[in-house]
């Protein structure tokens, strides 16, 4: 398979991803679909260290710090949701809305 | 009928929610119900429901004569029916004061308290299954099967006892039944000595059991908690001591009491009063008497005489009351069972609260209970 | 075409495609963890076997539960996803623009070196001896994230000890 | 065994008993006891051990940590005279302390967890002995502090105890902020963590009196010098071990050793040397002042450690790293003997107050007694004892090329320090019950009971035999010290040591006379003036005047700036807020709170542009 | 370092029939034979040894010494009618037995049987069978939600929180053997191999039980409680949680699960042989027989404290975890670094 195959497929996560961040309600959903652009990113990483061969370390050492950030922000951002839905008893995006103008 | 339990603030109501345990779940002897109200697995609320083997045992007094009833003595409590049999003839005595032999008063002495002894061991077993622990559970039922086979070989029967006649007992004991008794009493010295090295000091055993199910003195008497959970808690109360029966007070005997009142407390005093059962069953054997076991003269017809009348023993679990009210037939007008278990129960849904999901089952196990005693 | 790139790109799409519209929110961590799964394989066919088991126990083992965690502390039954379409048609509209803009860098680019596959050698210890020397500061920096993270989701998710209800919560009966 | 294994026992040791001791043995007091009692044996054996194996030259035992930037952080041993000397009196006096906490600690609930913190500060106290880098210095200055911080605060339940704990780790924070500024300068001028390199870099520009004085800034935090003093008496909170452990080989004396560690770019910073020896002096004299009225025993003791530090910083800013030096060792000693001495006293007739323990028979302990005799003896300078030649040595070397006030001052001290050291030993050795002192508290009678009796009593008597011989013999170890340190020992002439020895025979008598004779009033001259006594009973006043100063400070400023912006900024405030809050209502209507739509409308604003970059490119 | 996706075919069978996308179905049929019958004894010898501990006879009536026992009661297990409940999650109910037994299969062939034989020869060996371990969490969720009923769901919610934390102390005791095979091993060949971890402890003649004696209790310790046996055994509390997250399942649903957590029996037990005990090597006998005595010993032992301890409460197994074997087993790993730094 070329590297262009591998970018495809990495943009169609990523905007699937996106699609999810935008399109729902659930903030736990939203943040599913954060984790699917990141980990579109990181077949990014991989496949372009894989076909134009630069440093073949470097580039899982970069997912590797990927998937540790990933972890961090999961566990705030989940944290976060559990102390909103005890504040709204709710978790829809739409009803965090108290900086509106 | 009971009210609802009161509703909680909304902010933490929504992490509430209630599990049904039982009637039908492995580790609620037989059909009990618990309501239990979760906050993750801690328990806010439990509520007990019964009457699921409701038996109407006390209507039935009240439609036949007292030797009609006897038989459904030991149905009451199918654990101790050998206490709950002799225990209702004893009060039927006590009514019409008859005499009992002094044989048939030791006989029976070594049959209640081998029924005791094997009460206690399933108790054991079932109380360590409860736990998870599956192994202690065969060994108790090996030894308790001893026990039924001795009084089996008396009594024809293995559980539901129906050994005791007004003035004595239906059968005399053998010399084999008496050297049987005294070999298992020596065995089960060895087998408690097992025990308590293999289950007593594990230290799983004590982490689940020391400090779990707390029921102060003073719980204990708000709830009218009897037995050995009573004794648990340092009450120093049995009945065979405090308002001495069928010749309890010509043996020697302590009665075993420790000061936590927690569910350890409780196997502790169950396993010491094993060993007094063990002391008073060889003292019985010991001074055995020959004669009759039966009264030379009986009454023809048992009629209760008018009047109120109350009688109490020691069960296994505890506190066992018989009140009758007769009105000078055979057939008693009234009568009422005060069972032990039932207090034991009432003081739950307090002890309950605030303890895990788990303790629950160690708690529950470890003040005994026997469902069709309290549904009756 | 290439089994080693179908199966996992069958897998990550069909994946995130549940994750992304599945309205009960623990099918769509389920197709999550499903996806990520499909992403370790691509790991694999892309020759770091090492990335894609850590993929699988970190994100799999790790998030995905985490997440499911929180479902179940939070809304058992997922708001309902109301103003549904408009608000679903322009986020398609978006992602839309956005997949095929980037397809159309994608395709025109020229990434220079051909496809050539890189067969250099790379082993654990190599990985192990840069995260330790040349990522030092990264990999310190990182670890002192991850604590903070835990520490900081303790912190925020505590709540006051709830002591057990008082006796007087208990079923009275003096209504009756 | 080598030098490398010896010395990673020595730092090891204590370090896997912390862990053994407070995750292992959580629930077995005595397992964990004894852990970090062998634990505390291996160390001293392997200090001991190598500072009798020390060679000439400096020895470095490292590990690499992290190469970064061109530096290398590495973690390790420096063996070299001073550390040495320093590890064996830490790791020796250390393993007296825990020995004798066996008993005073007996039957506290938490003693696991004492002796867990004991370990743990060993292990700190050593690691930064035996420091090589930077880095290392700074991290385990900072874990001293927080095992010590742990230690003040064992009896957490009390709330004085936390407060001292508090205040002490404050305290010290405050300087330590000094001593990382200073030591990031000295790297950023430096180049390199090696204390080896950085001992023997030799600076041109006035770079290192800033450098330095921020290092001090550090060392006045941790020696509890003038004005940053007060938390030391409230550290007396912590159990009496711990208070000698403190005073003795750890927390305080790690300031004057970071001094003794980096005496060489002291001495090129005269400005510095000037302010320490200011600083140092006049905190010698002032908390003399306040030893000579406190009733406290542990107070006294207190007071007289922040004087004896004020005495250490003045033999080394006067440019003697041996006097200083000297003095520090024996200082721990007798300190360490003395504070031993008084948790002992302090543990049988549970009273802190001298009066009262003199009273209550505090003479019949008599291997007690006589160790507070002669740690008394040794702390006022006393010839033969081991405080004498020390004191001595610092009191010539400021007689050489500084101001004669530097000299009156240590004199001044040095008279003060014997007599209410010996006010303290005749208080307690010859208790008068008519006299007109009154105690603060009365101690329990114990006559009835014989409780203390439990236990054998070696484990206190023991290391305050040892201390005792140590106390009395260390004197004369001098010239073998300045051999490890690579310093000449000179031997003042009787002639210039005759000042000191007479203030301090001054201060005995005088001692003698308010409080020793059978007819002394046992009020001390000082209560004649009741300001005086007032003023020195209450610290000068210093906490208060800090709680006055910063608070006022803080308020004063507030005032000002407030008048400030009332006058000054509102009206032309108040006009462009109109303005802002009209224009922001208008913009405030884009500010819809639905996360999603930013997202939407950035990442459409961020794609267009990718967009027209990529399409540029390829083109 | 491999770097196709082909590479991960079992060798030999690829070797044998030359395709490797038909070694991995075929691989995967010879395990799964392998395993049932595995699973069948192991069973079978549960109910030997708890009864011999228990003093009773065990199986006696279907083949000789009830051997066959089991096998009838695969088969009215598979022959039961599926009961669905009402209300159910259905395609979690229904994916959950699968997603529990597809993992353990996968494991299975990355273990060293004897010094040539092994399916599977991984660098990564190790941590495949820990990502994949780490997968069965999921399908204990799926199965706990997707049955509809409090006693799963409860029992699911144990059974992640526990093995999530169990996993900590497994992984980490495990590293200071990975840590021990580098040093000693040398930097040729990957520490996480489990074949060359086998190969060392042969090679050396010392097996690692004896280097990291506090690792392989506390790795025993976790493995117990990560295959939720008992003292353990918490999330299926038959007398708390009825069955725990398989309440509700019945049949051949209920009999994958049971295969799965056999299954997972053999795999830390062959795991704990790998890192601890040596691998497959001994004197006299072939690999393969020491292999399995040794890792058959092993689940010996896990029945053994199964049939004797009572069951730890929830609160109690995390606070043991989290503050007994997690500290213990990181101070184990910093101590193994740096005694192998200093030596």
Known sequence: MTLEAYLLLALLLFSMGLYAVLARHNLIAILIGVELMLNAANINFLAFNYFLHLDPAMAQIIVLFVIGLAAAEAAIALAIILKLYRKHQSIDVDAMRELRG | ?376 | MNIAFTLPFAVIVIGAFLAVTRSNILHAVFGLAISLVGVAGAFLALGSPFTAVMEVLIYVGGIAVTMIFAVMLSSVSSPAERGGFLRKSLAALVAGLFLAGGSLIIVNADFGAGNHLSTDAWSIQAVGRDLLDRFNLAFESLSLVLLLAIVGAIVIVRREPVLPADQDDAPEEEAA | ?619 | MSQSITDYAPQTITELVGNPWLAMPMAAGIIMGALTVNVLMLVWAERKVSAWIQRRMGPTEVGPYGLLQTLADMLKLISKQLITPANIDKPLYHLAPLMAFAPVVGAVALFPVSRDYVLLDNDLGLLFVFALGGMAVIAIFMAGWGSNNKYALLGAVRSVAQNISYEIPLILSALSVVLVVNAMGGSTASGLNLSHIAWVQSHEHVWFILLQPLAAIIYFISALAETNRAPFDIPEAESELVAGFHTEYSGMRFSLFFFSEYTNMLIVSMLAVVLFLGGWDGPLLPGPAWFFLKSYALIFVMMWVRWTFPRLRFDQLMTFCWTVLIPLSILNLLATALAISVL
């Open chain 2, 1 to 376: 009928m009971t009210n609802p339990p009161r509703e909680l603030s909304p902010s933490t109501e929504g992490e509430l929610y209630t599990l049904n345990m039982g009637p039908q779940h492995p580790s609620m002897h037989g059909v009990l119900r618990l309501v239990l109200q979760l906050r993750g697995e801690q328990i806010v609320n439990a509520k007990p429901v019964i009457g699921y083997s409701h038996r109407a045992h006390e209507k039935m007094a009240e439609n036949r004569s007292a030797l009609q009833f006897l038989p459904n003595s030991s149905r009451i409590d199918y654990l101790s029916g050998m206490i709950y049999n002799l225990g209702y003839c004893q009060a039927v005595e006590k009514i019409l004061q008859i005499e009992v032999p002094d044989r048939a008063v030791h006989i029976r002495i070594i049959a209640a308290e081998l029924n005791r002894i094997s009460s206690h061991l399933l108790w054991f077993g079932t109380f360590l299954l409860d736990l998870g622990g599956i192994t202690p559970f065969l060994y108790s039922f090996d030894d308790r099967e001893q026990i039924l086979d001795i009084l089996d070989s008396v009594t024809g029967s293995r559980l539901t006892y129906c050994y005791g006649r007004f003035g004595g007992v239906t059968r005399d004991v053998d010399d084999e039944f008496l050297e049987r008794s005294t070999a298992f009493i020596k065995l089960l010295r060895t087998r408690l000595l097992m025990y308590k090295r293999l289950v007593t000091d594990n230290v799983i055993l004590r982490e689940r059991c020391i400090g779990v199910g707390v029921i102060s003195k003073d719980t204990a008497f708000r709830f009218d908690v009897t037995g050995p959970s009573l004794r648990a808690s340092g009450v120093a109360y049995d009945v065979r001591k405090a308002e001495p029966y069928g010749g309890y007070d010509r043996f020697d005997f302590e009665v075993p009491t420790e000061e936590d009142g927690d569910t350890m407390s409780r196997f502790h005093v169950r396993i010491r009063e094993i060993e007094q059962s063990c002391r008073l069953i060889e003292q019985a054997i010991a001074s055995m008497p020959e004669g009759d076991i039966l009264p030379k003269k009986m009454p023809k017809r048992f009629q209760i005489p008018k009047g109120e009348f109350y009688f109490a023993c020691e069960s296994a679990r505890g506190h066992f009351g018989i009140y009758m009210v007769g009105d000078g037939s055979d057939i008693p007008f009234k009568m009422k069972l005060r069972t032990p278990s039932f207090s034991n129960l009432s003081a739950m849904p307090e002890t309950l609260r605030g303890t895990m999901l788990a303790d629950t089952i160690a708690i529950v196990g470890g003040i005994d209970i026997v469902m069709p005693e309290i549904d009756r």
């Open chain 4, 1 to 619: 065994m080598s030098h490398s294994t010896l010395g990673l026992i020595c730092l090891l040791a204590p370090l896997t008993a912390f862990f053994t001791a407070l995750v292992g043995f959580r629930n077995n007091h005595r397992a964990a006891m004894a852990t970090v009692l062998l634990s505390g044996l291996a160390s001293a054996l392997c200090a001991l051990l190598l500072l009798a194996q020390h060679s000439p030259q400096p020895e470095l035992v490292t590990r690499s940590w992290i190469h970064a930037g061109g530096v290398d952080i590495y973690f390790g041993l420096l063996l070299d005279g001073k550390t040495l000397i320093m590890g064996a009196v830490v790791a020796v006096i250390t393993l007296c302390i825990q020995t004798y906490s066996l008993n005073y600690m007996a039957t506290d609930p938490g003693r696991g967890r004492f002796f867990a913190f004991l370990a743990l500060f060993e292990w700190a106290m050593l690691c930064f002995v035996y420091s090589p880098s930077l880095m290392q210095t700074f991290v385990f200055w900072e874990l001293v502090g927080l095992a010590s911080f742990f230690l003040i605060g064992f009896w957490y339940s009390k709330p004085s105890a936390v407060a001292a704990a508090k205040k002490a780790f404050i305290m010290t924070r405050i300087g330590d902020v000094g001593l990382f500024i200073g030591l990031i300068l000295l790297f950023q001028s430096t180049h390199t963590l090696d204390i080896l390199r950085l001992n023997a870099t030799h600076f041109e520009t006035t770079r290192i009196e800033l450098i330095t004085l921020l290092l001090f800034v550090g060392i006045v935090g941790k020696s509890a010098q003038f004005p940053l003093h007060t938390w030391l008496p409230d550290a007396m909170e912590g159990p009496t071990p711990v208070s000698a452990l403190l005073h003795s080989a750890t927390m305080v004396a790690a300031g004057v050793f970071l001094f003794a560690r980096f005496h060489n770019l002291f001495m090129q910073a005269e400005l510095t040397l000037t302010i320490v020896l200011c600083i140092a002096t006049f905190t010698a004299v002032l908390s003399s002042t306040m030893a000579m009225v406190a009733k406290d025993m542990k107070r006294v003791l207190a007071y007289s450690s922040i004087s004896q530090l004020g005495f250490m910083l003045m033999g080394l800013g006067a440019g003697s790293l041996f006097a200083g030096y000297f003095h520090l060792v024996t200082h721990a000693v007798f300190k360490a003997l003395l504070f031993l001495c008084a948790g002992a006293y302090i543990h049988h007739y549970e009273t802190n107050d001298i009066i009262a323990i003199g009273r209550a028979g505090g003479r019949k302990l008599r291997i007690v007694t006589a160790g507070l005799v002669i740690g008394g003896a040794a702390l006022a300078g006393l010839p033969p004892l081991a405080g004498f030649f020390s004191k001595e040595l610092i009191i010539g070397s400021l007689g050489h090329g500084h101001p004669r006030i530097f000299v009156i001052g240590a004199l001044l001290a040095s008279f003060m320090t014997a007599y209410y050291t010996f006010r303290m030993i005749f208080l307690v050795t010859r208790p008068n019950a008519d006299s007109e002192a009154s105690p603060d508290q009365e101690a329990p009678d114990h006559e009835a009971d014989d409780h203390h009796a439990e236990g054998s009593l070696l484990p206190t008597h023991a290391p305050i035999v040892l201390l005792t011989l140590g106390a009395i013999g260390l004197g004369f170890l001098g010239d073998s010290i300045a051999r490890l340190l690579g310093q000449s020992a000179h031997h003042p002439a009787l002639a210039e040591m005759a000042p000191a020895i007479g203030v301090a025979c001054f201060g005995v008598l005088l001692a003698w006379l308010d409080f020793g004779r059978s007819a002394a009033a046992q009020n001390g001259f000082v209560s004649r003036m009741p300001a005086v006594r007032r003023l020195f009973e209450q610290g000068w006043y210093l906490d208060a005047l800090y709680k006055k100063l910063f608070v006022g400070l803080a308020q004063a400023i507030a005032g000002l700036l407030f008048g400030l912006e009332n006058r000054g900024f509102d009206g032309g405030a108040d006009g462009i807020a109109s303005g802002t809050r009209a224009a922001g209502r208008t913009a405030a209507k884009a500010q819809t709170g639905r996360l999603q739509l930013y997202i939407g409308t950035s990442i459409l604003l961020f794609a267009a542009a990718a967009l027209y970059i990529g399409l540029g490119a390829s083109r």
